[in-house]
């Protein structure tokens, strides 16, 4: 497919990793940010072709990995109502709540749909105006502008029985977190391309500064990644960390200022927790007052739900780059695609189902068309 | 979930008051919201993701990077960078790694 072979090509592949291998001279962790370059970087066994210097730490960006728990719990419950539809994305049927998930509901009788677009769910509920119609609305800021519009949408065109279980995340918020965390390796990072396809670049520069990493916005095809290893390991070298676009086709610096304004109007920013990892302020968008109507959690009283993750499960560890994958004991044993403990397990994106896939099988890798986001 | 692709507009028209337009996915084609991006035309690429336009893939600009990949091992073999190939000099690690 145009745009997307081109920056898959081998021959320019080795001819970076040349580069890279020219430029560096000692140790470095890098930290990719979005679990759609995760997958990338598995797939074509990225980690392994490039010098031993480089060490990459996958990061918390698996929109579905780190929605919270007591949400999906209340997913869960809404989605059992005999009143409602519920609408997502299919990444979110497998992913376990406390003591079930969407697909269980679904076989239990919910009527739970999978739609490729927001704007599917409102469909659904222009076309089913005695049933309430809930949309799960997920993902970082990449997804946020369709969500958003969607919501803008309801009202405009006064579709009353619709509303959105909304979890948005904010990666900035992410990057401090992860700074200032005493763990933390992480000398550098791989900005996620798409998040600023619709934000731009203006967050940045002042957590280069602050904690003094390399920020580079970077794509998901292999070249992309590669390129953004380059220029971040360029920049460790010669001791620099400024923020850099090694993804020029797909990210202008203000970023696309007509989501921008739809967000500020649609949302505002909130505290949000994180799964495996924590409440992180500022990170995440709720409704803004004017849409509160359409805020499924303010429709449905859901509240009070006890929930209880798997003690086995080391995902939080994994979404914080402090383990990999194959260092916890569930991983392929207790823990498959199949039957996930945790959201790692589960989504395209997340870094357990990334190894599981493309290390621990051994087989011919399943064809990913596309590239994930954030 | 969240992909985030490539697509070439194919044609483009209002509905509802809302602009949207056929993208063709290298064979698969999709309805798209071009909101975001109003001023896309018919035969531009543009990064699709759940339904969304969310940006014009500038195709000038794939065309610069793809270059500069090209350009890369030459300049390196070229003219070198004095600074970079000294710096590469140390560490028995690093010369291993080229090896």
Known sequence: MKYLDEFQNPELARRLLDDIRATVTRPWALMEVCGGQTHTIIRHGIDQLLPEEIELIHGPGCPVCVTPLAVIDKALEIAARPDVIFCSFGDMLRVPGTDRDLFRVRSEGGDVRVVYSPLDALKIAQQNPEREVVFFGIGFETTAPPNAMTVYQARKLGIRNFSMLVSHVRVPPAIEAIMTSPSCRVQAFLAAGHVCSVMGMDEYPELADRFRVPIVVTGFEPLDILEGIRRTVRQLERGEHTVDNAYPRAVRADGNPAARAMLADVFEVTDRSWRGIGTIPASGWRLSERYRDYDAEHRFSVEGIATREPAACRSGEVLQGLIKPHECEAFGTTCTPRNPLGATMVSSEGACAAYFLYRRLGSTPTPLEATPVV | ?99
């Open chain 2, 1 to 99: 979930m969240c992909l985030a692709v490539p697509g070439k507009v194919m044609e483009i028209e209002e509905r509802d008051g809302t602009r949207m337009a056929t993208v063709d996915f290298g064979g698969v084609v999709k309805e798209v919201c071009l909101e975001y991006v109003p001023d896309l035309a018919v035969g531009e690429y543009a990064i699709v993701h759940v339904g969304f336009a969310l940006q014009r893939l500038d195709e000038e600009s794939a065309r610069r990077t793809l270059a500069l990949f090209e350009e890369l091992g030459l300049l390196q073999e070229e003219f070198g960078d004095p600074w970079e190939a000294a710096a590469g000099q140390d560490g028995p690690q690093a010369q291993e790694a080229r090896q």
